[in-house]
Structure formats: C-alpha cells, structure tokens
C-alpha cells in the first residue's frame, strides 16, 4: 500500500546559504497493509528515493546518494517511521542514450543501509537489493511510474 508518492523537499544544513538541500521523487511503501499473501514482512516500510531529472534541479541542491543519510533521517521523523522497520532504497531508473537510443542503462536498486544514533542515520551502506525483495518494489514502482506534478 502506497504511503506517499510525491516530490519530497528536504532542509540542508548550510544556515543562510541552504547548502544540502533537495529534492527527490519519494515513494513510501507498506509491505504489510493490504497484503493477501499472508507474508509479515519484519521490515514493512519501504522508502524509495530517486532523484529528480537533472533539468529540474535547483542552485545548491544535491543527490540522493550525497544525501541519503539526512533524507533517511528527516523521512522517519516526518513520517514517525521506526528506522528498524524501514528499508530506504535507492532507485535510479533505467536510461537510454546513443543517438538511436540504442544503448540503455538498466534501472538500478540499492538498498542501503545505516548505523542509528540519537535518532540519526549514519554511515551510510549501499548494495544492491536482494532479489526476492526487488521484484516487490520494482513491480511497486512501475505501478506508481507516472511522476507527480512538479511543484514550484
């Protein structure tokens, strides 16, 4: 079941100069809400984020793999999402390019994981997500594809 999906718009850290600040594509996830299958799933809560395309970036603004720590953090505060239930991944979609499109980049699922303390991620660890896992959140993507309005 779909908890978000929108453009979401994270605060950096950089005082006046707004440095690390974004935006990303972010869709939450849960695994365990309308399910029929009769699984549990002991991490229910998928958060996947993807950047924006690149025409749409503002001044200052960085990407999600720079900023997944604090994209994890502000995402389970805003959301009271308890970090030991939640999968982030971090999703990059598939690309093609050459001059008839002839060459394509496959779409690309990492999970990644943190270190908590005080209520913030830390070090982040990225890896590709396991297979039984990214079949359910790839097919939960391509379900949700149509991006949101772009909001101002």
């Not at 029929?36 to 799933?41: A, D, E, L, Q, R």
């Not at 998928?46 to 502000?74: F, K, W, Y």
């Not at 970090?83 to 699922?109: L, N, S």
Request: glycine fraction near 6%; aromatic fraction near 10%; charged fraction near 25%.
């Amino acid at each position: 079941m779909v908890i978000y999906d929108d453009i979401f718009e994270w605060e950096g850290w950089g005082g006046k100069l707004r440095l690390a600040r974004g935006r990303c594509r972010l869709r939450i996830f849960d695994l365990n809400q309308g399910a029929t299958s009769g699984v549990v799933h002991i991490r229910p809560i998928v958060v996947v984020a993807s950047d924006l395309p690149r025409d749409t970036m503002m001044m200052g603004e960085v990407s999600v793999r720079s900023a997944s720590s604090h994209i994890a953090t502000v995402v389970c505060r805003r959301f009271e999402i308890d970090p030991a239930r939640m999968q982030f991944v971090e999703y990059t979609p598939a690309e093609t390019y050459g001059r008839q499109g002839e060459y394509v980049i496959q779409a690309c699922f990492d999970a990644v994981a943190f270190t908590w303390k005080d209520n913030l991620a830390l070090f982040p660890k990225s890896q590709p997500l396991d297979p039984p896992l990214r079949e359910i959140v790839q097919d939960l993507v391509a379900r949700s594809e149509n991006p949101p309005p772009a909001s101002a």
